[in-house]
């Protein structure tokens, strides 16, 4: 790849400004697609993937569709068109160390595309993108190429000769349609998954009259590929094999940047009005000099630094806008760091991100209003960042700058701002000896350098080098490819790594997974919830570790697995496992004359295992065994769900009302149980005050005395994404179906969030909320732990009796009813109770931080108080001594008659 592309030098004034706008293009595409083709606009999806975890950021403009490729739900209508907001810094499609270096590689950019969903295919989508390019944007048609699928042998596959067909018909010369194998024009979604052949229209830059058709597709940057036109036909099998699907589609995709730079004729995407407003930020905020467009003898990397500068703002703005969280992506922190490093070193300024976010806004947020609705969590994000970062390189940034002195190699290293290169190259030097050795980097080493002190592995790479090791890239695969599976799993424990293997084991088998959807079957009569019972059939037992699959009958040994739980997989259930921090229910399987207690519930792979206990007592009579396919009556604990019912409604209002109060707020996690609820979240630095903690109270309170009914939908990915006001958590991967969404619409509180967990159906079932603590761990760990129900009334009532006993205490001392001491001696015992000395008292957070403050204020003004009493009382015995002493010499003198 030639990551320089010789071009003229540019500056911002030679902006043609007769050109078409940017704007105005990206308009020109959608209008041309919507109003004269009949395509439904389709909104941006985020760019973090909310349905897919095989990205870590939304990379092309089919991301959002998958779900219709792979026939999870119909389509919203049967002609799409949108512009996709795009992110390439990772995996397969990373362009970021390319970034500043040439004319057109972006982290960032915008994937202009039209859609169809088994209405039109081949001729009508080359027919479209045809006239589009040569008619209405008045490209000229000899300078355009196109290539198309030449089929594959080894799949089966002819050459794509209907699309080569339809290019002639359209007018294209014979000359101009070149042929490519599967690497260039066969579109695949991953190693299985909808696929098909693709044709390819490519610009020639030069504007030469010969022929350039053998330069197609060999890396040169003034001949590149300008729109892709996808013919999804095929499915991918995971063993390999392709077959026909029964409905087909067209997925394009072309690249904003590219076409504007072409449209307003310019050599570079850097001179496009998609940039120059950027630059002109940059150059004024920091009083630089103007950009100009070297690529070249570019020493001191002014304009490279603008390019970079440019460039990464757009993407730090755009993905931080739609949610995405330094925290959960390493590369978008370094990305952060990296900006902010640039700009303080090339430019010699502070500040610069956040000044360039708003031209972001500005120049983007029409077409994609969150960047202007969250720029301000965007830049209080930014400037969190910009705090930590300082925070580090005064601490390990000056250790990092020692260890260079000593070993000058090291500048060598690119990343130098990771956090973890201090330990990481600290530890490397503590294995050095026996690395040397062998004369190898081990991938034991190299992976512990990865995972536990967070190297990249360009570092890694780098300090082999400084180190003359060579690199054991095989071994460091091995050790990743271990952690990817235990990830996979979402488990540690060798136990459960044996519970994944047994339900891949009925899956293997074509068990049908457990059907749960009766945990949402719940009815309320007025006064109490109704919980139904259910008729279900034993699919599965799992006794220490081991799946006993088979119909033999299992002869259970009381004594021997007293200790042991037994793991119980139904086809069906009414049990919820644990799930989304809620935790699972509690509950009884009534199998012949035998009573299994139900303690936790898991759910892998599909199948739900229940664990617990057979009653002792049902063990008397002997004849009475257990066996596959035995059918069995479930259960459940009704006053453990609806304590859990009761949290996790109280969680949502809790996280509604912390958006609402906090400038930026994300949860990191959170636990559901039946007697408590805890949110750990990250508030960028800010902290909840008591009278915050107050508020939030009372709006909640507020919502629970209305009553307000709870309401829940189903949703598709595609429903999902039109609806903007649904909270998701960041980072979490959501199905493409059945994604529920509950919604409760009060009048001071608006909560509407995607949750797999159980609900009550009015808020009034809370009866109250209260905090019971607040906490940090840091500077951007908060914990906060709440009550609901009668837990929350109980502690309400023992905080008011405290507040009664602190307002007594108060009126005795202002009536003089109580002594300094004696008041020292109650106020000690009233902190005691407040404190926890009781274990069995439990009070509102906020009541007790009112008590304690209250308390204080008592204390000084009773010392205070104590203070004007004794200096009275010195005075009135100075005054005293004085008096008796002018009596006795009046006395003395006889002038007083004694």
């Not at 080359?126 to 048609?141: D, E, F, Q, S, V």
């Not at 049990?575 to 207690?597: A, H, M, R, V």
């Not at 409604?649 to 609402?660: E, F, I, M, P, Y």
Request: charged fraction near 25%.
């Amino acid at each position: 790849m030639n990551l320089v592309m010789p071009v003229r030098l540019y500056s911002s004034s030679t902006l043609n400004p007769l050109k078409k706008s940017s704007k105005l293009i990206r308009n020109e595409f959608l209008d041309y697609f919507k109003t004269d083709l009949g395509h439904t606009f389709i909104r941006s999806s985020p760019v973090i993937p909310l349905h897919d975890q095989t990205v870590a950021f939304t990379n092309a403009g089919m991301n959002q569709f998958k779900g219709i490729f792979l026939n999870y739900y119909d389509p919203p209508a049967v002609r799409v068109t949108n512009s996709q907001k795009c992110i390439r810094i990772s995996g397969k499609h990373n362009d970021l160390n390319v970034v500043g270096n040439d004319t057109y590689h972006h982290t960032f950019f915008e994937m202009l595309g039209n859609w169809s969903f088994g209405d039109y295919f081949k001729e009508e989508a080359c027919r479209y993108a045809w006239n589009l390019l040569t008619k209405h944007y008045g490209i000229p048609k000899e300078f355009l190429y196109v290539t198309y699928f030449s089929g594959d042998e080894t799949l089966e596959l002819e050459p794509d000769l209907e699309c080569k067909d339809i290019w002639l018909s359209i007018g294209v010369p014979k000359d101009k349609i070149i042929p490519f194998g599967v690497k260039d024009n066969f579109w695949e979604m991953g190693v299985s998954g909808p696929c098909g052949p693709c044709t390819e229209i490519h610009v020639d830059h030069t504007k030469q009259e010969i022929n350039q058709s053998t330069r197609i597709n060999k890396g040169h940057t003034d001949l590149t590929e300008l729109w892709n036109i996808v013919f999804i036909q095929y499915e991918r099998q995971t063993n390999g094999s392709i077959i026909p699907l029964s409905k087909h589609h067209v997925d394009t995709g072309m690249g904003l940047e590219r076409l504007v730079a072409l449209l307003q004729e310019k050599e570079s995407n850097y001179d496009t009005d998609l940039f120059q407003p950027l630059f002109k930020t940059i150059q004024n905020y920091a009083k630089s000099p103007e950009y100009e467009g070297r690529f070249y003898n570019d020493e001191n990397g002014l304009d490279s630094g603008y390019r970079i500068l440019a460039d990464h703002s757009r993407m730090i703005t755009v993905a931080l806008a739609d949610g995405m969280i330094p925290e959960q992506s390493n590369k978008l922190r370094k990305i952060i760091r990296k900006v902010i490093d640039v700009g303080e070193r090339v430019f010699r300024k502070e500040g610069l991100l956040t000044e360039l976010s708003y031209t972001v806004a500005d120049n983007l947020g029409d077409v994609y209003p969150e960047l202007q609705k969250n720029l301000k969590k965007v830049q209080n994000i930014i400037e969190f960042e910009e705090d930590l970062f300082k925070k580090l390189r005064n601490t390990s940034g000056k250790e990092w700058k020692k260890i260079v002195e000593i070993n000058p190699q090291l500048t060598a290293v690119t990343d130098w701002m990771s956090p973890g290169l201090v330990g990481g190259y600290k530890y490397l030097q503590s294995t050095l000896k026996d690395l040397k050795k062998a004369q190898r980097l081990s991938g034991t080493v190299a992976f512990k350098l990865y995972d536990t002190h967070g190297l990249s592995i360009n570092t890694i790479i780098e300090l082999a080098q400084i180190e003359s090791l060579y690199f054991d890239k095989e071994g460091f695969e091995h050790e990743l490819e271990k952690m990817r599976s235990l990830s996979r799993i979402g488990l540690e424990k060798t136990s459960e790594i044996s519970l994944n293997k047994c339900t891949k084991s009925l899956k293997q088998k074509n068990i049908p997974e457990t059907n749960d959807k009766f945990k949402y079957e719940y009815t309320f009569d007025g006064s109490n919830y109704q919980f139904p019972t259910i008729e279900s059939k034993i699919i599965g037992l799992i006794i220490n570790d081991t799946l006993i699959q088979d119909t033999e009958i299992i002869d259970f040994n009381i004594e021997a697995d007293d200790e042991n739980e037994i793991g119980i997989i139904l086809d069906k259930t009414l049990c919820y496992s644990l799930e989304g921090g809620q935790t699972s229910d509690k509950g009884q399987i009534q199998t012949k004359n035998l009573l299994f207690n139900v303690s936790n519930v898991r759910k892998i792979n599909g199948y739900v295992i229940h664990f617990g206990k057979f009653t002792k007592n049902n063990f008397k009579n002997r004849s009475e065994n257990v066996k596959i396919g035995d059918s069995c009556v479930v259960s459940i604990n009704p006053e453990h769900r609806i304590g859990i019912m009761q949290h996790h409604t109280g969680t949502h209002l809790l996280n509604a009302s912390l958006k609402q109060v906090m400038q930026v707020i994300y949860p990191r996690n959170s636990v559901i149980l039946p007697h408590i609820l805890k949110l750990q979240y990250n508030s960028f630095g800010e902290k909840l005050s008591v009278g915050k903690l107050k508020k939030i109270e009372k709006c909640i309170n507020s919502v629970i005395e209305a009553n307000i009914p709870i309401s829940t939908k189903i949703m598709n990915s595609s429903e999902l994404l039109a609806d903007d006001s649904v909270i998701l958590i960041p980072g979490e991967i959501y199905p493409y179906t059945g994604i529920r969404v509950v919604e409760i619409n009060a009048h001071n509180l608006k909560s509407k969030e995607a949750c797999c967990g159980t609900h009550v159906d009015k808020t009034g079932i809370l009866q109250h909320f209260c905090f019971l603590s607040y906490s940090s761990k840091g500077i951007a760990n908060f914990t906060v732990k709440a009550v609901t129900g009668l837990l929350a009334i109980s502690a309400k009532l023992k905080g008011e009796n405290l507040q009664h006993k602190i307002l007594n205490l108060e009126n005795k001392l202002k009536t003089g009813q109580v002594t300094h001491d004696a008041f020292k001696s109650m106020k000690r015992k009233i902190e005691s109770e407040i404190n926890g000395a009781y274990k069995e008292l439990t009070i509102p957070y906020v009541i007790k931080e009112e008590c304690l403050l209250k308390l204080r204020n008592l204390d000084k003004a009773t010392e205070t108080k104590a203070e004007k009493t004794e200096i009275n009382s010195t005075n009135f015995i100075r005054v005293e001594g004085k008096e008796m002493r002018r009596e006795i010499k009046d006395a003395s003198s006889g002038s007083l008659d004694v």
